[in-house]
């Protein structure tokens, strides 16, 4: 194993196969444990001289090399994505797969992959995959929380009439005011009533109740994404009209509570109108003119 000639490259004991969107560390974890044999050492048997990650992978791993990089573009020699590879993610964002359908699909139960923003629960096993989620463990159930499904798809129709940009964009400055507002006591009925949903007495871990509390948070962030992410909306936030756009928010994201105060992260961001850090949106865009939503004032 630990020679530098590439001819001696053999596939492995155990073979395995890709997870969809897989993350490289994370096949070569799987490829290492279904073998009993320490990670680095499939590292340096890639660092032979004139094997490429991706060859070398699919000959250790002996799953062919057309469908590894099918599964792991990262994989491929290509540098500018295809259309084929429109709409894949664009591997900024990591996660841990469904465990469920990683169990099904015989991956075990722990599978790194790149995933998007508005990827947060599993549509088959109704799991969260969402922030917070750092081990399978985590990814409790959301059953308990009917009103979970419906945000969804809110979420997934945002981004179809308005664009991934600019949801991707007005979600992550949604996220940042909502838990702003959760550390500050803040937050609407109906969170209190998901958070207890989601932790049934006797569950009540540290890791869990972090987890329970961004999916108990989530609708709260969709109903301020469809209004940051709105042009027309957000253009209203930083008029001489505010009290409109704070009205919005009451009814579709904070339950009829009013944000006020001085040191309200919402009223913040419509006096400064700062923006996260945001290397722009999370899937692969193919070479040519970007797509243009519509033009839509309300959703
Ligand atoms: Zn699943």
Redesign the pocket.
Known sequence: MTGRDPVRLRPLPRRIRPYPDETTASFIRRLAAANFIDPAQIRDLLRRPGIPPGPGLAILAGCGEQPLILAMPQLGAETEPGPHLAGRPDRRTQGI??????L?RGAGSHVGIYTTHEKVS????L?WLGTEVQEPGDQIPLQPCPDLPAAFRRHRNLIARLGRPAVCRGFAIATIITWRWHDQGRQPDSFTARLRALIPAGHRTWARHRTATAAALYPCVVGLTAAIASPAWAQTAHSSRPNDFLRRISLQATDGWIPQGQHDPLLHWMQTGWQPGFPGPDTLQPPGPPHIPPPTRDL
């Open positions: 797969a469904c465990h469920r359908c990683a099904a599993c549509p088959r096993h799991l």
